[in-house]
């Protein structure tokens, strides 16, 4: 908004008169946040909140960081089944084996994988670049990683 030599004036001697930010943008019929930016912007003396408050000010309790433990357990633990492979460890192995195709961002297509491979920030970054499952953005390398199969709820848990 251009502000007029006018404006600037009867912004100033409204504001001097205390009248709110709203009723001033009414008087020069421009918005209360185009009075508010304008007084800002001339350094006009800070206003009091027009929230009134009664009685003493409300405490505000931060919650402090404590230490939980687990409860004691009263059975002894089960036996843990025989290890498979969780997604982040086929994850590492998948990263740690050296890509056939490392093709850099602007090289990806619609049929390649986008598997990023290393981090951002390093000049040995690149995407998988195997040929893509169709409809998916991966290979079924990474595709297996990236898609877990939801296991069907049973009534007896």
């Known amino acids: 908004m251009d502000w007029t030599p006018e404006q600037i004036s009867e912004l100033t001697r409204l504001w001097g008169e205390g009248l709110t930010t709203a009723e001033i943008g009414k008087r020069l019929g421009i918005s209360k946040n185009a009075v508010v930016g304008k007084a800002h912007r001339l350094h006009l003396p800070a206003r009091p909140s027009p929230i009134k408050r009664t009685g003493p000010r409300p405490q505000v309790f931060r919650q402090t960081a404590t ?3 687990a409860p004691p357990r009263l059975a002894a633990p089960r036996p843990a089944p025989a290890v498979q492979p969780t997604s982040a460890q086929a994850l590492r192995a998948l990263a740690n084996q050296p890509s ?3 093709l850099p961002m602007m090289a990806l297509n619609s049929s390649t994988c986008r598997w990023p491979i290393g981090d951002p920030g390093d000049a040995e970054f690149h995407f998988c670049g195997e040929r893509a499952i169709d409809g998916k953005p991966y290979c079924s390398a990474h595709a297996s990683i990236a898609y877990v ?5 049973t009534e007896a848990a």
């Open 149 to 153: 199969k939801v296991k069907p709820r």
């Open 67 to 69: 230490v939980r433990t």
């Open 100 to 102: 056939a195709k490392r």
